[in-house]
């Protein structure tokens, strides 16, 4: 095909779209579900209406090829677990009896059973569900979903391509099954897995696809030759079938480097590649190869992962250069938008100045379809998009809000000796433990405690002003009152207020802060029914006034035990934001540290003798190149120091991190400097603790001992023995006892339940332990 017939030819698609519903209607069905108030039925209803809505509204936006399989009642990854029959022994039962309540019981687990784990989905917020495999592991096809929704959207007419998470993927996120040996390699079972692929391939060309979507953005990270070597197998493989559809293998979140001309050479029929991260790497690849002749190209030119306004002019030219390197040139996001929000014209608080910046998934398909009418018709066809685009650009570019001299004039001075605490930890730790007189394997939560309806009842009261503030932070005092009172009353030994009064970790700070901006209805899923309203970091930050001060005093002043004050580090608050992309993330890191550093210092002279400063975000933000890293944690830690090396050596200073792997972090975890860390354990089985006295991490550790994403209640004999495997591995005056993460998402009876449990299971093995 010719550059122009290939211009010509090009059409708008997406990779998958927000599954949650403009009112979050799925979170809700799902939610009454596991409660018993919504039938099976109907939260099967709810959600083919929510499908059948997506659907149209990406057709009538002028998107030609709409995705199907993206849509999960939990997670993408354990619908493929499903669909290649990839069942764990400990539900098998379940899923037998009841697909669907064994398949919440994978996400969740029982009483009885535990979860798969958890954990990120490459370098993004969302999460998925681990798939467990071993040598023995027997994969069988069941396409039934992927087919059944195939069929909803092309009985609404458009064209439907279904997208699913590709064979080599789904073996490099799997981890070895329990009771597995540690060093299995599930790619080992790539051979074993093809045949079911290609049965559900046919099932899917049967049901009338006459393209399916594989996802492989595992391939943009490093890998060997002897993975790209599987990958080139396995894609000869499905490429090879007969009784296929046309396969578009696509990749995101990077760029493929040496995978590559591995699949620019497989008998397969499209690639989709990432044009945003960065866009000359993928350019020059596809050079370097000779380009694709006699394939499609999707190119992801608009990034789907933040929200700010695309510059359609660039695109453009990025697309102009791509033509003639295909026999037809498709236009897309970057990666689905499931990891945007919904629509920025419900966003009826935000100045208007300002909503014309930003792009939602509706925003950013008509941002897709637009540059493909640009590149088929020619620019005379999009003469109006194009100069409002240009002036919503010069808008921001110009805005006072993103450049603030006091701002920046405080961020340049800050000099290496900022970042360092004035004693090392071995001089520290004595004087922290004569402040604190804790005993041996202290226990402590992780910040919040349940968001009760009552809670949420009082912050809609105060929106809707049947309460004043008066009456507002009444009740807040009343619930940090019943909280710490709990607390005392279990035997915990570092208390926490609770954080009653904040409705998300980032959202809080984001409020309080100059230079971002908060949404109403900006909700991103997070896992399962989890969804946040990421912040948006527009401009330069500052602190106008403190933030936790009056809170974390309040909570002291009801008991004689530690009260932690509670923070959000800097580079979580730039991770589970959108941040802005008009500079360096380590300027913009350096000046949210200098903000909450101004917090630490004021907690600090209020009294507060712990601060706990959760960076839960540090690996997952972690470059997914190792070549990336070094310069990524350079900025992470030295924001981390920024923020904490102002206080007392006396003064306790923690950080908290779940639900990612962190064993390539070890030596950035120790960068950090905080005098405890608190780890996600259990689900790994305390894999961590290893991980830490392999590195001889010098300080203290709690590693996780209660798995807060599920609503089982651990027993105390299961707390024990997750006690021991951490004494193994790191010492007992140096270990501390306390769940995997914040308690906010779950209910009191299996609070309370868990941290009985928790101190007991503590207590008992104080009373192992030689006195010291």
């Not at 790619?187 to 692929?197: E, I, K």
């Amino acid at each position: 095909m010719t550059t122009k017939s290939a211009a010509a030819a090009a059409r708008a698609t997406v990779y998958g779209y927000p599954r949650q519903g403009q009112g979050r209607e799925l979170k809700k069905a799902v939610e009454g579900y596991w409660k018993g108030r919504v039938t099976a039925e109907a939260l099967r209803t709810t959600a083919a209406g929510l499908r059948r809505a997506n659907w149209r509204q990406l057709a009538e936006a002028g998107i030609t090829e709409v995705p199907t399989g993206d849509f999960s009642l939990y997670d993408h990854v354990l619908d493929t677990t499903v669909m290649v029959g990839a069942i764990p022994d400990r539900h098998r039962d379940a899923v037998a009896t009841d697909a669907l309540d064994g398949y919440f019981a994978m996400a969740r687990g029982t009483q009885d059973v535990a979860p798969l784990e958890m954990t990120k989905w490459f370098d993004t917020n969302y999460h998925y569900l681990v798939p467990e495999l071993g040598p023995g592991t027997v994969f069988t096809a069941d396409s039934a979903k992927q087919v059944a929704e195939l069929k909803e959207a092309l009985a609404l007419g458009p064209a439907a391509r279904p997208v699913l998470v590709g064979p080599v993927t789904y073996l490099l996120l799997a981890k070895p099954a329990p009771g597995v040996a540690a060093d299995f390699e599930p790619l080992t079972l790539l051979d074993r897995l093809l045949p079911v692929y290609a049965e559900v391939l046919a099932d899917l060309r049967a049901a009338g696809a006459r393209w399916v979507q594989l996802d492989e953005p595992a391939l943009v990270q490093d890998r060997t030759p002897a993975q790209l070597d599987a990958t080139a197998r396995a894609y000869r493989a499905l490429g090879a079938l007969t009784d296929r559809p046309k396969l578009l293998v696509a990749s995101y979140f990077g760029h493929l480097g040496d995978a590559l001309p591995v699949l620019a050479k497989a008998p397969v029929d499209g690639l989709a590649l990432d044009f945003t991260e960065p866009a000359a790497a993928h350019l020059e690849g596809l050079a370097a190869v000779g380009g694709l002749p006699g394939k499609r190209l999707v190119a992801g030119v608009v990034n789907g992962r933040n929200i700010w306004v695309d510059d359609l002019e660039r695109s453009l030219t990025t697309l102009g250069t791509l033509l003639g390197l295909a026999d037809r040139v498709d236009v897309a996001a970057s990666c689905s938008l499931l990891h945007v929000p919904l629509d920025a014209t419900a966003e009826k608080d935000v100045d208007p100045q300002i909503l014309r910046w930003l792009s939602f998934a509706r925003q950013k398909t008509a941002e897709v379809v637009t540059l493909a009418t640009g590149l088929a018709q020619g620019t005379g066809a999009i003469t109006g998009e194009l100069a409002a685009n240009r002036a919503a650009l010069a808008s921001r570019a110009g805005s006072p809000l993103t450049r603030v001299p006091a701002v920046r004039a405080r961020a340049g001075a800050v000099t290496g000796a900022d970042g360092s605490r004035s004693r090392p930890y071995p001089e520290r730790a004595p004087a922290q433990r004569a402040r604190l007189g804790l005993p041996l394997l202290p226990t402590t939560t992780i910040g919040s405690f349940p968001q009760t309806s009552a809670l949420r009842a009082a912050r809609a009261d105060l929106r809707a002003g049947r309460i004043g503030t008066d009456g507002y932070e009444e009740r807040i005092r009343a619930e940090i009152r019943e909280v710490v009172s709990f607390q005392e009353k279990t035997g915990l030994d570092v208390l926490v207020h609770g954080e009653p009064e904040r409705d998300d970790m980032v959202q809080y700070f984001a409020e309080r802060l100059d230079g971002y901006l908060a949404t109403r209805h900006g909700w991103v899923q997070s896992y399962g029914t989890r969804y946040v309203r990421p912040p948006i970091l527009a401009g330069d930050i500052s602190r106008p006034a403190p933030m936790t001060v009056r809170w974390t005093a309040y909570a002291q002043s009801l008991t004689t035990k530690p009260v932690k004050g509670m923070l959000t580090g800097p580079v979580t608050m730039l991770a589970w934001s959108f941040v802005r992309d008009d500079q360096p993330l380590g300027d913009t890191a350096r000046q949210v540290a200098l903000a909450l550093r101004d917090e630490v210092d004021d907690l600090e002279a209020a009294g507060t003798p712990v601060i706990q400063v959760d960076e839960p975000a540090l690996r997952e933000t972690l470059p997914l190149r190792s070549a990336d890293r070094a310069a990524y944690l350079a900025w992470a830690t030295e924001a981390f120091r920024l923020t904490t090396s102002g206080v007392r050596p006396d003064t306790q200073i923690h950080t908290h991190m779940c639900y990612a792997e962190f064993g390539d972090i070890v030596r950035a975890i120790d960068d950090l400097d905080a005098d405890v860390i608190s780890l996600e354990a259990a689900r790994s089985h305390m894999r961590v603790a290893h991980e830490l006295a392999e590195h001889g991490y010098p300080r203290e550790a709690g590693p996780g001992v209660w798995d807060i994403h599920s609503p089982r209640v651990p027993s105390p004999e299961e707390a024990t023995a997750l006690l021991r495997a951490g004494l193994e591995a790191i010492p007992a005056e140096r270990l501390w006892v306390n769940p995997d993460c914040g308690l906010k998402t779950r209910g009191w009876p299996e609070t309370r339940a868990s941290l009985e449990h928790l101190v007991a299971a503590a207590r008992a093995l104080r009373g192992e332990l030689p006195a010291s």
